[in-house]
């Protein structure tokens, strides 16, 4: 048997022990792998038309005949980890089977994730309603009780809301969130594929650190 040993590379003397399992122990950062120079920053965007901090973010669109298409995308100077996406869907008497308080949509919203390496990778499909939204986000936040449920009151003047968050952690179990790579055209994207003009407000705030 031959005895090894694995010591970091700093010069500290530190050395990997192992577990009564024989596992190795390590320590979970709040970020992904890096070097102790690089800086974790937070990062929040709302998707916009052109996928930029300087477009519009008003999602109530007509894409009914030509889709109309948000997006969040990647920068040229940090990578960027998204980890939620808190959407807003307002309309006076909204309910849960109804998208705002218009009837469930025809075509649907699409949220898809669109890479260089990976292609496109469709998150979900043909969301209609509002509780396809609150579905999506696994019900969460849940709040209220029966008709109520998930539902905030008085969010643009006297309208009510649904305001689910879609966690990629707890969707998909990535830690950190969707990788946007530094100096690519990633990108997280909603298309909306029918006319959703007349209700009060629809849009989706992205949340997560850049490095």
């Known amino acids: 048997m031959i005895k090894t040993q694995v010591e970091d590379g700093f010069g500290t003397g530190r050395r990997l022990r ?25 990062y929040r965007q709302y998707l916009t038309d052109d996928g930029t ?9 007509d894409g009914s005949t030509t889709p109309q298409t948000f997006c969040i995308k990647a920068v040229e100077d940090f990578n960027l980890y998204i980890r939620n996406i808190a ?21 649907g919203i ?16 043909g969301l209609k309603s509002n509780f396809d939204f609150v579905q ?3 019900g969460q936040p849940a709040f209220g009780t029966g008709t109520s449920s998930f539902r ?3 969010v643009v003047g006297t309208s009510e809301a649904y305001i689910p968050v879609i966690s990629f952690p707890d969707l998909f179990g990535f830690s950190w969130g969707i990788r946007l790579r530094k100096g690519t055209k990633d990108k997280i994207c909603f298309t909306i594929n029918d006319n959703i003009t ?6 989706a705030l992205a949340a997560g650190i850049k490095f």
């Open 136 to 138: 999506t986000a696994l």
């Open 18 to 42: 192992l577990g009564v399992e024989g596992t190795a122990q390590v320590v979970v950062h709040p970020h992904p792998p890096q070097e102790e120079s690089l800086s974790t920053i937070p």
């Open 152 to 154: 905030a009151n008085n």
């Open 198 to 203: 007349s209700i009060d407000r629809f849009d």
């Open 87 to 107: 959407i807003v869907i307002s309309d006076a008497g909204a309910n849960l089977s109804d998208f705002g308080s218009i009837a469930a949509l025809t075509n």
């Open 53 to 61: 901090t300087s477009g519009s973010n008003d999602m109530r669109v």
């Open 110 to 125: 699409d949220i898809k994730w669109i890479t260089q390496d990976l292609g496109t990778v469709d998150i979900a499909t």
